[in-house]
């Protein structure tokens, strides 16, 4: 059974500050994707990543998907209030089963 | 907005109960997932459906059921609704791309439907 674990559980920051988020698993995905979401609505695609050792930025979001494709992080550059969320990670197996971590819950305090 | 729709949003009713949720995924898009999200909990996979027919099942109970339409739309049916099946339900479609050495494949989640029972 693949699995996957993400860690911090729980974050809580001050605005400004820089945090990693990661995302791993003993299991190789074909691609992996993280979402953000918010209290009573469905997770939002932030990004997919495909190749080992991609690098994505998006704005102040950088991830990363490791060489091997079992692991990835998510490095946020001076976190906003409006970044709070619940920021999961969903592997992909080539179409035979899509894989969701429990979740890393951000909470960025003004 | 996802492309995803969920109908209803909201739904109150009572233990012992049967309720059906629908799901209509973005256009062209084949696989329909269904989820359950329990207060503070992660996404629990249930059931995945590819144009029409079964594809994986997860930790889906007896009591509840799907299954995805000819226009693809789908619904999940849950019955002898206990006070544990409150929670919020996801569906997701997804799409795929790439070739075998580059597969991916995205899943877009629609707003959910808030279920609880009393």
């Known amino acids: 059974t693949q699995l996957l674990e993400q860690s911090p559980q729980f974050l809580s920051i001050q605005e400004g500050e820089n945090l990693t988020v990661y995302c791993n698993s003993s299991?190789?995905?074909?691609?992996l994707q993280w979402y953000r979401q918010e209290p009573g609505e469905g997770p939002v695609l932030l990004v997919t990543v495909v190749t080992g050792g991609e690098v994505k930025k998006l704005k102040r979001l950088t991830f990363q998907f490791g060489d091997a494709r079992k692991d990835s992080s998510l490095h946020i550059t001076a976190a906003q209030p409006g970044d709070t969320g619940l920021y999961l990670c969903a592997g992909d197996n080539y179409g035979q089963n899509f894989v969701f971590g429990p979740g890393t819950r951000l909470s960025v305090l003004p | 907005d996802s492309g995803v729709t969920q109908t209803p949003k909201h739904l109150i009713t009572a233990t012992g109960q049967r309720v059906t949720l629908r799901c209509s995924p973005r256009s062209g898009d084949l696989s329909v997932y269904w989820y359950q999200q329990s207060l503070d909990q992660g996404l629990q996979f249930l059931i995945q459906?590819?144009?029409?027919?079964?594809?994986a099942k997860g930790n889906i109970l007896e009591r509840f059921s799907a299954q995805q339409f000819p226009d693809l739309h789908s619904e999940l049916n849950l019955s002898s609704l206990e006070l544990g099946d409150s929670a919020l339900y996801f569906c997701?479609?997804?799409?795929?791309?790439?070739?075998?050495?580059?597969?991916?494949?995205?899943?877009?989640f629609g707003p959910g439907t808030r279920l609880l029972v009393l």
């Open positions: 459906y590819y144009n029409g027919e079964e594809r």
């Open positions: 997701a479609s997804s799409v795929r791309s790439g070739t075998s050495a580059k597969y991916q494949e995205t899943q877009y």
């Open positions: 299991s190789v995905f074909s691609s």
